[in-house]
């Protein structure tokens, strides 16, 4: 069974740029989330996806950051414009749902994003 | 407003030594307390979880304690080996959103170092 996978593995930007990362979940898997880890700091949550609706977005940070999941498969998420302080290592972590007894999240390698 | 307080925030142990690293939440809704483990360039994986009507679980040479009234728990490491090298977190989470929802809160983290 293929693990969650996203792309790209890292990204250098420039500060006003735009870049999307992508999140592949494991096939099967209706809830998607993100997070994101700044350094020095906690693994924070950003979204959760159950399908292709957004059920919580009450962590992203402001209205540069736009997800998506259209047809409740892989999920992107847009940073528009960049900023430096949205330099951080954005993961995907997908679960089944309903979760019932199987709460486990499986985590992508994440995306290092840098921003100048 | 941190959730989840994890210390020490680095470890060095000796391999065959026992390595302790702790966490600490608030929120008494959290139902839920995962660690991960994360090796550099890859996302964090569940290793063992507990749910708070169990003072203890383990699984191999890993044992996590849980004192709910003190709302404190503890991830232990027996016998430690180089190859536990690795970044844990500790984590939390609760039910919302009908059940679908089970964002986790981390620590900040734990570099454990394990020396041959």
């Known amino acids: 069974e293929a693990g969650v996978t996203q792309f790209p593995s890292h990204s250098v930007i420039e500060k006003g740029q735009t870049v999307t990362l992508r999140c592949d979940p494991i096939?099967?898997?209706?809830?998607l989330y993100w997070y994101r880890r700044v350094m020095g700091k906690e693994i924070k949550f950003l979204l959760h996806?159950?399908?292709?609706?957004?059920?919580?977005e009450s962590g992203m940070p402001n209205n540069r950051f736009l997800a998506e999941r259209t047809g409740g498969t892989y999920s992107t998420l847009k940073v528009q414009p960049a900023e430096l302080e949205d330099s951080g290592v954005y993961f995907c972590?997908?679960?089944?749902?309903?979760?019932?007894?199987?709460?486990?999240?499986?985590f992508g390698p994440g995306t290092r994003l840098t921003v100048l | 407003q941190q959730q989840v307080k994890q210390s020490p925030q680095s470890l060095i142990v000796q391999k065959g030594g026992i390595s302790i690293i702790n966490c600490a939440y608030e929120?008494?809704?959290?139902?839920?307390f995962p660690w991960y483990q994360q090796f550099p360039g890859k996302g964090p994986a569940l290793l063992i979880a507990?749910?708070?009507?169990?003072s203890e679980k383990k699984e191999g040479r890993f044992t996590i304690s849980f004192n709910k009234s003190a709302k404190q728990f503890s991830l232990h490491i027996m016998d430690s080996q180089p190859g536990d090298s690795a970044t844990y977190f500790c984590?939390?989470?609760?039910?919302?959103?009908?059940?679908?929802?089970?964002?986790?809160?981390f620590g900040k983290g734990t570099l454990l170092t394990v020396n041959p």
């Open positions: 972590a997908s679960s089944h749902w309903p979760s019932g007894s199987r709460r486990e999240q499986f």
């Open positions: 984590a939390a989470s609760y039910s919302n959103s009908g059940g679908s929802n089970y964002k986790l809160t």
């Open positions: 507990i749910r708070p009507d169990v």
């Open positions: 996806f159950v399908k292709e609706s957004k059920q919580d």
């Open positions: 096939s099967g898997h209706d809830n």
């Open positions: 929120n008494t809704a959290f139902d839920y």
